[in-house]
């Protein structure tokens, strides 16, 4: 009996199933037709696989970076904004108080008006008549009313008042009966401050009505900023008589009294 001698061992072929092509089927053939629309393109042949989107090309721009330009006239901008207010503000502080004072709204120069009631600075004793209401300048008693800071609840004399301008002082007046709220706000600008005064008028047209010598102001309310602005530019720098004090005044409230009218000029002591 002779054996056979077996022949190369041959190895089952198989076959791979793609995904797409369905359970036990056999993938197309290479470089075969495939439906339009099926292929490895995507839906239409022109993307990349089913759902993937096409991707845009990307632009790459010659055009200029306009940022740090931006930034650099935002930088500009601001620079000439702090050189300008710093000119402003130089040139501001070299005024003169009396150009400061000019400036204020509202606010009436009574010296250039050159009315003889109102420059007259005799002292004169006893009641007065003023061309104002409440006075700004005129003949005065030789007693000046206290004014460091001094707030007086009750109407004081104007002829005390007066010799208080004449030494510097502003003089804080509101109409009687302003509400309370406002009569604090005006305090707190008066209260403990050397050649500043306060106290209510009777009649007063306005409800707050400021005076230094020879200067009023007149506003509605005690929120104006205008007071502010009218207390630093003529308290003391409207002084007829520098260095004149303001302690050792009257701190009387009420009319003048007194009968007698002498006169006299105020001294730059204040006595």
Known sequence: ??????????????????????????????????????????????????????????????????????????????????????????????????????GIEGIIDYRSQKNPQID???????????VTNPPVGGAHNSSWQNCMGDVYPEPIANEHAVHSLEHGAVWVTYKQGLAADQVTKLQEKVQGKDYMFMSPVANLDKNVSLQAWGYQLKVD?????RIDEFIKDLRLNATMEPNAVCSGGNTNTGPVTAASNGTGMDQPTGN
Not at 120 to 130: A, E, I, Q, S, V
Request: proline share 9%; glycine share 22%.
């Open 221 to 225: 309310s005690a929120d104006d900023g």
């Open 120 to 130: 007259d600075r005799n002292h004169k004793d006893g009641p007065l008549t003023y």
């Open 1 to 102: 009996m002779s054996m056979s001698t077996p022949g190369p061992e041959r190895v089952p072929s198989t076959v791979k199933v793609d995904k797409t092509s369905g359970q036990g089927k056999p993938p197309a053939k290479a470089g075969g037709t495939r439906p339009a629309g099926k292929g490895p393109q995507g839906k239409g042949g022109k993307g990349g696989g089913k759902g993937r989107k096409p991707v845009a090309p990307v632009k790459v721009s010659g055009g200029r970076n306009w940022g740090p330009i931006a930034v650099a006239g935002v930088v500009v901008l601001i620079a000439v904004g702090i050189i300008g207010y710093g000119v402003f503000a130089s040139i501001k502080g070299s005024e003169s108080w009396e150009d400061r004072a000019g």
